[in-house]
Structures are given as C-alpha cells and as structure tokens.
C-alpha cells in the first residue's frame, strides 16, 4: 500500500514530515466525477462510509459503488429506488431491500455479537424499520424485530416488554402523535432511541408532531434522530450494542 510505504521511507528518512502529511490527507479520500468518497470512515467509525442514494441518478450511485468496492469488502446506501439497484446489479455481493430502499453491498460473512431490538407502533413505519434493522445488521448486531405494537393497544406493547429488555438498546420507531419511544422507555431500563415517521394524518404534518412529541418526551433516556431516518437510529443502537458488548 502506499501508506505503508510512506511510513517506511519516512522511518528511513527518504521523505519529511510535510511530504508523510500530504501523502495521508490525499490517501484519505477519493475524488471521483460525482463524489469525494472517504476512505478512512471505517478506520474512525468502524463502519465504512454510507451512500445516500435518493436524489443521486442511478450513474452516479453506479460510479460511487464501482470506487467503494476497492476499499471496502462491506457497505451500505439508502434511500435507493429500483432504477439505482439496476445500475449496480450485475456487481457481484450486491443485495437490494425495495421495502426499506437499502442497497447492501456484501463481500464478507458479517459477524453479530449482541443484540438490539427494533419495534415500531405500526405496520406503515416499518420502511424505517427495515433501514434500522438492515443497518444494525450490516454493523454486527442481532436484530430482534416487533413491528405494529403501538400504544393503541398496549397488551400488545406489554407482551415484549421481556424481550426488549433483554437487549442492549431499543429503537422506537412512531409516526402519528409519536408516543412510542416515550412509553417504552418508561418500562425498560435500556437506552431508546426514538425515529419521528412521515406516517399520519394532515395534523402529524409529514412528521413533525411525532419529532416534537419525542424530543419533548419526560420519559428519561431517550434520544432522538430526525424524520424517517432509520439508518441514523441503526447506527446509534449498534454503536451502544458494541460498547456494551465490550464491558
């Protein structure tokens, strides 16, 4: 690599400090037409740098991956309509969840330690469940997923308390007036991590009822993502999953 061979000849006094910089800092990221891709993300996060599909055209999502799949033997982009997975298809370990809209690509078994579970109040939010879930996954989590369980009905929410207990976070995922995350963090001591959905009537204003009633939540332990971002909230349970895991 010519990193290594930088830190080699620096070693060796063969370049300076300066020249040891400059090399790092363009090694660092690729420029291509359509995009600057990080080539470090994995190194800092532990997870490669995600592709956000929607309102890229299928050639770009195309060149993006086609630059990706040097570096990375395992990556994810959401938000991607079918006419993105057909440009990408014929790439060998590429998987397309139309439900979620994630695009998957896999070179490599992915090894799960721990779990978190992902339970939305209705069937509509499960689009945003599935990207959590896909993302916790793609990150090394066990995904135990319970979806239609709204408080509408709360012998139902009840029924899984157990189980959501038993996990080492728990995303909540509502649209309408947002209740969810609330009630559920009121009944295990796990951390919770609320998705506003753009699911509901005129007065849930695409969302915006659900991401104000959950940031203004009394139920400790809480935090919240925007709206309709699954991959966001994913991310977070499988960071908490891997720090728990640790201890």
Known sequence: MKLERALDEFKNNKITKEQLKKLILKESFTSIESANIDNNR???????????????????VKE????????????????AKKEHFEEVRNFKGIEYNELSGMLIYRNKKIKKKGSIAVISAGTSDKAIAEEAAITAECMGCNVIRKYDYGIAGLNRLLSVRDELENTNA??????MEG????VVAGLISKPVIAVPTSVGYGASMEGLAALLAMLNSCSPGISVVNIDNGFGAGYIAALINKQSEKE
């Open 42 to 60: 994995k190194n800092r996060r532990g997870f490669p740098e995600s592709v956000y599909c929607l309102h890229k055209t299928p050639d770009e």
């Open 64 to 79: 993006i991956f086609f630059e990706m799949r040097k570096i990375n033997d395992l990556f994810i982009g959401t938000k």
């Open 170 to 175: 728990v995303i909540a995922i509502a649209g």
């Open 179 to 182: 209740a969810l995350p609330s």
